[in-house]
Nanobody, 122 residues
Framework: QAQLTEYGGGSVQAGNSLTLSCVDS????????FGWFRQAPGKEREFVAA???????NYADSMKDRVTISRDNAKNTVYLQMNSLTFEDTAVYYC????????????????WGQGTQVTVSS
C-alpha cells in the first residue's frame, strides 16, 4: 500500500522553475508506477506526467517540453521538474500511485497524496 506525500509547492514567478517531490512511505515503491496530475480552480484534474516501475515515462502533450518526471528508488521518491512556469500552471499538484506500469488515466491510480499548491505570479 502506498502512502504519498507531496513536497515542493509554493509561490514562484513566471519563467522560473520548480521541482516537486512525492515521497512514498509504503513498502512497494519499486514495483509501483506513479503519476503527477494537477487541478486548477474550477477545472478537471488533468494528467501531467507519469513514470512506470521500469522507468518508462509518459507526458501530457501540452507539457512534455517543459517537465521531467524521474524516480529515485533508493529514496522512495518521485520528482516532477517544471520549467518556464506560467500563470496557467497555477494549480494543486497531486501525486498518485498504482501497481506496475504508469498511466495518463487518473482513474487507473489507487493511491493519492493530499496535493501541493503551486502558484505562479507574473
Amino acid at each position: 500500500q502506498a502512502q504519498l506525500t507531496e513536497y515542493g509547492g509554493g509561490s514562484v514567478q513566471a519563467g522560473n522553475s520548480l521541482t516537486l517531490s512525492c515521497v512514498d512511505s509504503g513498502n512497494l515503491f519499486n514495483r509501483d508506477g506513479f503519476g503527477w496530475f494537477r487541478q486548477a480552480p474550477g477545472k478537471e484534474r488533468e494528467f501531467v506526467a507519469a513514470i512506470g516501475w521500469t522507468g518508462r515515462t509518459n507526458y501530457a502533450d501540452s507539457m512534455k517540453d517543459r517537465v521531467t518526471i524521474s524516480r529515485d528508488n533508493a529514496k522512495n521518491t518521485v520528482y516532477l521538474q517544471m520549467n518556464s512556469l506560467t500563470f496557467e500552471d497555477t494549480a494543486v499538484y497531486y501525486c498518485a500511485a498504482r501497481p506496475g506500469f504508469c498511466s495518463y488515466n487518473r482513474y487507473a491510480y489507487d493511491y493519492w497524496g493530499q496535493g501541493t499548491q503551486v502558484t505562479v505570479s507574473s
